[in-house]
């Protein structure tokens, strides 16, 4: 009996205790060179959407961009963020706030055209970053 209290209390330890993701680092140049955009921009919200043809809805991210650095220039830019039932979250979720300013590294997404993905905890970066984007950025860098 004292064996199965103990596996049971192992159990409900393992279970409640947090569970925080891990992601493989990325130097500056990789990241800069996997991203097929990077831009400025602010987060100002999302939607769900059901595209015709596929049965699942689609959580969209919408960032407002201020300037272009790499790729082709846009006014809007969509992110395929998770849709999961309300207060749920898996420890690889990233998630944005309304009004989130800074450098956004996006990956366009494999399975739709137009929407991109920050896949990555190094895939933002604030506005203080901003000399050192300049500098990655710079000819003399490459």
Not at 63 to 73: N, Q, T
Not at 78 to 90: A, D, I, K
Not at 121 to 137: E, G, N, T
Request: aromatic share 8%; charged share 20%.
């Amino acid at each position: 009996m004292k064996f199965i209290s103990c596996l049971l209390t192992c159990y409900a330890l393992i279970i409640t205790n947090p569970v925080h993701a891990a992601w493989a680092g990325m130097t500056d140049q990789e990241l800069i060179k996997q991203s097929d955009v990077i831009i400025k921009a602010t987060f100002i919200g999302k939607t769900i959407v059901k595209f015709p043809g596929i049965p699942k809805k689609r959580l969209l991210g919408i960032l407002k961009i201020e300037h272009v650095y790499k790729g082709d220039p846009a006014d809007v830019v969509l992110l395929s963020l998770p849709l999961r039932p309300s207060n749920v979250s898996v420890s690889t979720d990233i998630s944005h706030a309304v009004g989130q300013n800074g450098f956004w590294f996006l990956r366009l997404h494999d399975e739709s055209e137009g929407i991109y993905l920050t896949d990555h905890p190094q895939r933002f970066w604030s506005l203080d970053q901003q000399a050192k984007l300049m500098q990655l950025l710079s000819p003399t860098a490459q």
